[in-house]
């Protein structure tokens, strides 16, 4: 995962949120929520795809949650597992991806072009 100092308020207080909603997903995941199917599927998904890591969310959340002001949805414990596939679980997040994500999308970020500011900065400084 990126580290957050060099991403923007924008980009950790969205991260933020969507580890959030995949908290809400895993629990729908249980048998028994209308939809759980639909909650399997999406959490595969992003897995596939590099876009969540399962086995790092409370420490990501924490990590985050060291940039934000008046913070005040602690993640104690993250739902059960059981209903996730293994290769889910130990799914990694693609950092090449979510670094040219941040760097490709100036527009997404607060202030405008940050992210890839201050990623290409702490590339140039190694
Ligand atoms: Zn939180
Ligand atoms: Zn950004």
Request: glycine content about 6%; some cysteine.
């Amino acid at each position: 995962m990126i580290n957050p100092e060099h991403m923007c308020i924008q980009h950790i207080l969205g991260e933020h949120r969507e580890l959030h909603a995949l908290m809400g997903s895993i629990e729908r995941t249980k048998p028994g929520y209308k939809g759980f199917e639909r909650h399997r599927n999406n959490i595969k998904a992003l897995a596939r795809d590099g876009y969540i890591e399962l086995k790092s969310l409370k420490t990501r959340h924490e990590q985050l949650v060291g940039y934000l002001k008046n913070h005040n949805s602690p993640i104690e414990e993250v739902p059960t597992l059981e209903y996730i596939p293994k290769e889910v679980i130990e799914a990694e997040v693609n950092i090449e991806k979510s670094r040219k994500d941040l760097i490709d999308r100036p527009q997404a970020c607060r202030p405008n072009g940050k992210c890839r500011e201050k990623i290409l900065n702490s590339e140039n400084t190694r």
